[in-house]
């Protein structure tokens, strides 16, 4: 009975002494960024103040582009937004897979798209902003492409101004791009 006593002991004991794991490596190292010619991309999050909404700009250097908002976040975001109501500018995402980013079921790689604008009964009510995120499961290594569009202006006036941003783990990206004309696109690839 000593003996199972001993026992019990030395095992709280060593529970009680149980050294904190070291925290997992960072699995989002960014491995390479690539963009359209003459797209500038900042890398380094100044903070402006408290979160604005749907400006698809993480105001508050947090980690989180438009918390609060009603939009979905995840350790991948990736978000645009845009001034003009009618303007229909898409963020197309594609995953690792070479999948693209959907509404109604995750892809392959875990991406869902939550909003789409201006929509077609212009749901959004001018606050243009689209918005994809990991949704399930773990970031998957690979190549990240990301296209920003001019679908259509409607009787939105040229050029179009669309802010980017995207949240890769800890790491930060933003971009205000200029689509000129209808099907003028920007391109970004971020290889993790
Ligand atoms: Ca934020
Ligand atoms: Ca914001």
């Not at 490596?25 to 390479?32: E, G, H, P, S």
């Not at 296209?147 to 980017?164: F, G, M």
Request: charged letters at 25%.
């Amino acid at each position: 009975m000593a003996h199972w006593a001993l026992v019990t002991a030395i095992s709280v004991l060593c529970s009680c002494l149980e050294v904190p794991k070291p925290p997992p490596k960072d699995a989002l190292d960014v491995k390479d960024v690539a963009t359209s010619d003459g797209v500038e991309l900042d890398t380094i999050c100044v903070p402006s103040g408290v979160e604005m909404c749907f400006d698809a700009f993480d105001n508050n250097c947090n980690g989180v582009i438009d918390e609060g908002c009603g939009l979905h976040t995840g350790v991948l975001q990736f978000t645009i937004a845009w001034q003009q109501a009618t303007a229909d500018v898409d963020l197309n995402v594609n995953g690792p897979d070479g999948d693209l980013a959907r509404f109604d079921k995750p892809n392959e790689s875990g991406l869902l798209k939550d909003r789409d604008c201006p929509g077609a009964d212009r749901q959004c009510y001018g606050q243009n902003v689209e918005n994809v995120f990991l949704s399930e499961g773990r970031p998957r290594r690979g190549r990240y492409r990301v296209v920003v569009r001019l679908e259509e202006l409607h009787d939105s006036t040229a050029p179009i101004k669309v802010r980017l941003s995207a949240r890769i783990g800890q790491r930060h990206f933003s971009s205000l791009i200029t689509l000129e004309e209808r099907n003028d696109q920007r391109e970004f690839e971020f290889t993790l």
